[in-house]
């Protein structure tokens, strides 16, 4: 959600909240960390606690602090090792000059607790005017309490709003790194499994342009739906709210942006990106406070991973 945005960069196109830097280029690496406005560090200073008697004590803890303006982003105890932002920045060097991948996207979320870099492999067409591209997503946190991770992600852009979809977790990896000394050799080794990502694009190319040419008829359809959204054994509102998703699903499966417009109606990648958008924008309303957390990690990605195997598999 737009709330949770703090800073952030784009190239060429913005954000659907309309907030951040909009670049009209792609930018090198130092180019993406000061447009992004991640050019800040934290520190981890030792908390002290006022007892009773009013004596202070040191504690085991330590708060995690920004520089520009010491704000306390979490807290954690000692053997947590911050990873700084610029850190990040220079994990993506080696990736950017070897031609294979670009900035996309970089920012800070949540008021610089968790900050990210999303970098473009490739792009191509999977049907007419159905873009696939590859993106590498790495993600830090400076909250105490989440790792590193850098995951692969397929996105489809449809009416200039971006959606978020993985494979399923059989061919998507995430690579968690804990925060620790030896987290930046840990992260280098995670950026060299990436160095040569080409070939599994390639293979995520051919496996979407075959669900393009997959027939699905209505009991098929039904299918998936029903193994992805069951109502047996439901009743009263349970049963109310359970139709009505699967309402909302039925209708994106038919009717979603460009389902129609590039005649993939009725095919199996016609039914993923109806189940896709239905899941990321419309079902659970407004008790989904962050669609983009819920896309990247939450239910919503469980329901396109989920998805993408039942609609291979009929």
Not at 97 to 112: D, I, R, V, Y
Request: glycine share 8%; aromatic share 8%; charged share 25%.
């Amino acid at each position: 959600m737009a709330h949770e945005f703090e800073s952030g960069l784009m190239v060429r196109q913005a954000a659907w909240h309309g907030l951040g830097t909009v670049l009209d280029h792609v930018p090198n690496p130092l180019e993406a960390f000061e447009a992004s406005e991640l050019n800040w560090r934290v520190n981890k200073c030792g908390m002290q606690a006022d007892l009773p008697n009013e004596d202070r004590i040191n504690t085991p803890y330590y708060a995690i602090v920004r520089e520009s303006d010491d704000s306390i982003l979490g807290v954690v105890k000692g053997r947590w090792t911050p990873y700084q932002n610029e850190d990040a920045f220079a994990w993506t060097v080696p990736l950017v000059e070897s031609g294979k991948w670009e900035f996309e996207t970089a920012g800070s979320l949540k008021g610089g607790q968790r900050c990210w870099c999303l970098l473009k492999q490739g792009e191509v067409e999977i049907v007419p005017n159905d873009t696939l591209k590859q993106y590498l997503m790495v993600c830090w946190s400076h909250d105490g309490i989440s790792s590193n991770y850098v995951q692969p992600t397929s996105i489809r852009v449809v009416c200039n709003n971006t959606l978020t979809m993985a494979l399923n977790e059989h061919s998507v990896t995430r690579h968690a790194v804990r925060h620790s000394q030896f987290m930046p050799m840990r992260m280098d080794a995670v950026r060299d499994l990436y160095m040569e990502a080409t070939e599994r694009f390639e293979e995520q190319v051919k496996e979407f342009r075959a669900l393009a040419m997959k027939k699905l008829n209505r009991r098929q359809i039904d299918s998936v739906v029903d193994n992805l959204f069951p109502v047996e054994s439901k009743e009263g509102k349970s049963l109310t709210h359970a139709l009505n998703r699967r309402e909302i699903v039925h209708d994106a499966i038919m009717n979603g942006s460009g389902i129609q417009e590039n005649g993939i109606d009725n095919t199996g990648y016609g039914v993923l990106m109806g189940i896709s958008e239905a899941t990321e924008h419309f079902i659970g309303g407004d008790h989904v406070k962050d669609r983009g957390a819920n896309v990247l990690w939450g239910t919503a990605k469980k329901m396109c991973d989920k998805a993408f195997e039942l609609v291979k598999a009929v």
